[in-house]
Nanobody, 125 residues
Framework: QVQLVESGGGSVQAGGSLRLSCTASKTTTCMGWFRQAPGKEREGVALISTGSGITVYADSVKGRFTISQDNAEKTVYLQMNSLAPEDTAMYYC?????????????????????WGQGTQVTVSS
């Protein structure tokens, strides 16, 4: 069982930046971030294949968010710039242990077996 530990998040004004980190206890194949706002379904934000470094993003964050990794530390980062109030949500790190990342996985949170505890991101206008 992969354990995921998240850090980062917090409160920021619109236009600001935040960085999230997620460290895995074991090697994974695909890691990334989902988010869930109150009353809404969980949605994929960004994923990175830990072997190839291939990334996928939700259309809503393209050009503003960047996912990266430090393989030696089994850690992925989500740099979030130009934050907007609609980015407010609980952000969850997720990991896959046998499948590489693909765009369709952004819509399949149920495909991920490992999840972090979640970290709140609040953007005020």
């Amino acid at each position: 069982q992969v354990q995921l530990v998240e850090s980062g998040g917090g409160s920021v004004q619109a236009g600001g930046s935040l960085r999230l980190s997620c460290t895995a206890s074991k090697t994974t194949t695909c890691m990334g971030w989902f988010r869930q706002a109150p009353g809404k379904e969980r949605e994929g934000v960004a994923l990175i294949s830990t072997g190839s470094g291939i990334t996928v993003y939700a259309d809503s964050v393209k050009g503003r968010f960047t996912i990266s990794q430090d393989n030696a530390e089994k850690t992925v980062y989500l740099q979030m710039n130009s934050l907007a109030p609609e980015d407010t949500a609980m952000y969850y790190c997720a990991a896959h242990t046998y499948r590489g990342c693909a765009t369709w996985l952004l819509a399949r949170s149920s495909d991920f077996a490992a999840w972090g505890q979640g970290t709140q991101v609040t953007v005020s206008s």
